[in-house]
């Protein structure tokens, strides 16, 4: 298998969707199929990028973090009701959505439709929150958040 490359520099949206479907394309080993799905956005510096993973509407007032545990690099950041994922750094590895306890954590193309906008969320805020990089104490609302969404 041949070496992945690093990214153009300056990294432009374009760039950017580019290297995410390389990197796709070298951990399958498929030389080029396409499982990506474009994302929406009603962002300009979002158009037109693929996104591997989203963290959704069930993280709010939960923040567990057993997913940043089982991350082996580090895209989650968080802020102090939930965590974000940034499409960047995330490698598409998948071991983040088992470990989610309340099931807030999708691949891209398994994305309820309702939740499509957390795209673009995940995408702004991971870029502006810092990096967590180990597990956190779930917020005192995560028991009862956790028994609202029924797991």
Known sequence: MPALREPASPLTP???????????????????????????????????????????????????????????????HADEERTFIDPGVCIDCGACIPACPVRAIYEIIDLPDDQRRWIAINAERSRVLPVIDSKQEPLPTAAARRADLGY
Request: hydrophobic share 40%; glycine share 6%; net charge negative.
């Open 14 to 76: 374009a760039a950017f969707a580019s290297y995410l479907a390389e990197i796709a394309d070298w951990r399958l080993g498929t030389g080029g199929a396409d499982f990506r799905a474009p994302v929406p956005s009603t962002s300009n510096h979002l158009a037109g990028l693929h996104v591997p993973h989203v963290v959704t509407d069930n993280c709010h007032l939960c923040r567990f973090t057993d997913c940043v545990e089982t991350c082996p690099v580090a895209c989650f």
